[in-house]
């Protein structure tokens, strides 16, 4: 492909991605497929010789579909024409971004964005680069990275504090001794990223709302502290998967400094939710923290990858992850004006994935992303209040943003069965949580393109299903 064929040929993508995004209401919203569909549909090996554009086009068409206003699964998947754009062009530019010397822009573009960014939900100023801050922010590739490098970071940190306080521990006696803290509500990441680490996770549980408290991470502590162990990582949620509920960060912050414990908040879904002022207050607490993470590729309409964290001292990172061999050294590293990011992260790579934050921030501007995610939030609510009309239902958890916690008033059995045929039926898809042993089926507004409409209509599909299925119960008494 040359560059008057590119040229014809990007131009046919475009206006491809164009109507499948215009059109994706049309498609249906999950795949009616059984595992291993693919494999018939595509050669079992790579051609010999060049195919077409055509050809390869048909085969997508034929193939792969997702995006949809009528999916309300998981949590939402940021998409928008902006950063669409902003990744044709990294892709463009090709560059390889590991320090300063291999991509200035790349580097000092990002060191800026996530300025910007800490300022849209008014972080600390600690928090920020600055012009003299010992701060900062890095593009992560997700949460679960971004909490992993947190925890190996915060175990480096801990080993060498505890190696200074008696040098006659060894780095193993020091391991078999670290314990790490998060919600029973958790993401599973945070349970990962322990396996990977080599340390032990503990959960803690939570109150009636789903959120950690003070007094019940007091307790662990004081519990492990007195077998001998310790205490170095508590990893808060703001937004947990499941109910979307909120860590106590102003009762857990302080437990966290005094006992030298470095406090990471994960924030994946709700965090953007924090450039409105009016949910500001949810992220209240944040300055006793050392790290803290959230996914514009989630709710910010910067398309995945692009994972956003923040530390207090970016000196904690690279102390952890720093190795330079020569190859990659240049004049300018040890200048304290430039930031190398391949000592912020696990790769060594990475693509210009802030040029997605820079159009998008630019297109839409800051009032464009509140309202956004004001218009989201609405929706839950109406929905919400849909559930409660309706007295065979019960809301299983507060309905704080864009996430709505509800299931049939009767067994799990009753309600693992309503899932199945709304998924089974494909007009619309949802999945599940447990609760306090409860099985709770989510309704997470995902879609740019969701409107109350499609609300509605998923509400009234789900009161038909679950009529149909009480019906058969009581025929069956």
Same mark, same amino acid.
């Given at each position: 492909m040359d560059t008057i064929e590119f040229r014809k040929r990007g131009k046919e993508m475009v206006d491809y991605i164009a109507d499948y995004l215009e059109q994706i209401e049309k498609r249906q919203v999950y795949p009616d497929v059984e595992p291993g569909y693919l494999r018939p549909l595509i050669p079992d090996s790579a051609p010999e010789d060049p195919e077409s554009f055509e050809d390869i086009l048909q085969d997508v068409e034929r193939v792969t579909h997702w995006h949809s206003p009528r999916f309300f699964a998981y949590f939402p998947t940021a998409s928008s024409f902006p950063a669409l754009l902003a990744d044709m062009l990294s892709g463009g530019i090709g560059c390889m971004g590991f320090s300063w010397a291999s991509s200035p822009a790349c580097t000092e573009l990002e060191t800026v964005m996530l300025d910007w960014l800490g300022k849209m939900i008014n972080l600390p100023p600690q928090f920020l680069s600055g012009k003299d801050g010992e701060g900062g922010g890095v593009i992560q590739s997700t949460a679960s990275e971004a909490t992993l490098v947190a925890l190996l970071a915060a175990r480096t940190k801990a080993i060498?504090?505890?190696?200074?306080?008696?040098?006659?521990?060894?780095?193993?006696?020091?391991?078999?001794?670290?314990?790490?803290?998060?919600?029973?509500?958790?993401?599973?990441?945070?349970?990962?990223?322990?396996?990977?680490?080599?340390?032990?996770?503990?959960?803690?549980?939570?109150?009636?709302?789903?959120?950690?408290?003070?007094?019940?991470?007091?307790?662990?502590?004081?519990?492990?502290?007195?077998?001998?162990?310790?205490?170095?990582?508590?990893?808060?949620?703001?937004?947990?998967?499941? =109910?979307?509920? !909120?860590?106590? @960060? %102003?009762?857990?912050?302080?437990?966290?400094?005094?006992? *030298?414990?470095?406090? +990471?908040?994960?924030?994946?879904?709700?965090?953007?939710?924090?450039? =409105?002022?009016? !949910?500001?207050? @949810? %992220?209240?607490?944040?300055?006793?923290?050392?790290?803290? *993470?959230?996914?514009? +590729?989630?709710?910010?309409?910067?398309?995945?990858?692009?994972?956003?964290?923040?530390?207090?001292?970016?000196?904690?990172?690279?102390?952890?992850?720093?190795?330079?061999?020569?190859?990659?050294? +240049?004049?300018?590293?040890?200048?304290?004006?430039?930031?190398?990011?391949?000592?912020?992260?696990?790769?060594?790579?990475?693509?210009?994935?802030?040029?997605?934050?820079?159009?998008?921030?630019?297109?839409y501007g800051v009032k464009g992303l509140q309202e956004y995610i004001r218009k989201h939030i609405k929706l839950a609510h109406e929905f919400k209040n849909l559930v409660l009309q309706d007295d065979r239902f019960e809301v299983c958890a507060d309905v704080v943003l864009g996430l709505v916690c509800f299931r049939l008033k009767g067994t799990n059995e009753l309600n693992e069965a309503l899932l199945k045929s709304i998924n089974e039926a494909r007009k619309i898809h949802l999945v599940p949580c447990r609760l306090r042993g409860k099985f709770v089926l989510r309704f997470s507004i995902c879609s740019r393109t969701v409107e109350s409409a499609h609300v509605q209509f998923a509400w009234k599909h789900i009161v038909q299903l679950a009529s149909e299925l009480l019906k058969a119960q009581r025929q069956q008494q």
């Open positions: 060498h504090r505890v190696q200074s306080e008696n040098s006659e521990l060894t780095q193993g006696d020091i391991l078999s001794r670290l314990v790490a803290y998060t919600s029973d509500q958790a993401h599973f990441s945070v349970e990962k990223a322990g396996l990977i680490a080599g340390v032990r996770i503990k959960e803690v549980p939570t109150d009636d709302k789903f959120a950690v408290r003070g007094s019940a991470l007091r307790r662990v502590l004081d519990q492990d502290k007195a077998a001998g162990l310790i205490p170095f990582f508590f990893c808060a949620t703001l937004g947990t998967t499941t =109910c979307c509920s !909120f860590d106590r @960060l %102003l009762e857990l912050g302080p437990i966290c400094n005094a006992e *030298n414990m470095w406090m +990471h908040i994960d924030a994946a879904y709700a965090g953007s939710s924090f450039i =409105c002022p009016e !949910f500001r207050y @949810l %992220l209240n607490g944040v300055e006793f923290a050392d790290s803290f *993470n959230f996914n514009p +590729h989630k709710w910010l309409l910067v398309n995945f990858d692009c994972s956003t964290m923040w530390v207090k001292k970016r000196t904690d990172l690279t102390c952890a992850f720093k190795i330079d061999p020569v190859y990659l050294k +240049h004049d300018h590293q040890e200048s304290g004006l430039i930031t190398d990011y391949r000592h912020w992260q696990i790769p060594l790579g990475r693509r210009f994935r802030s040029l997605k934050m820079w159009f998008v921030f630019r297109m």
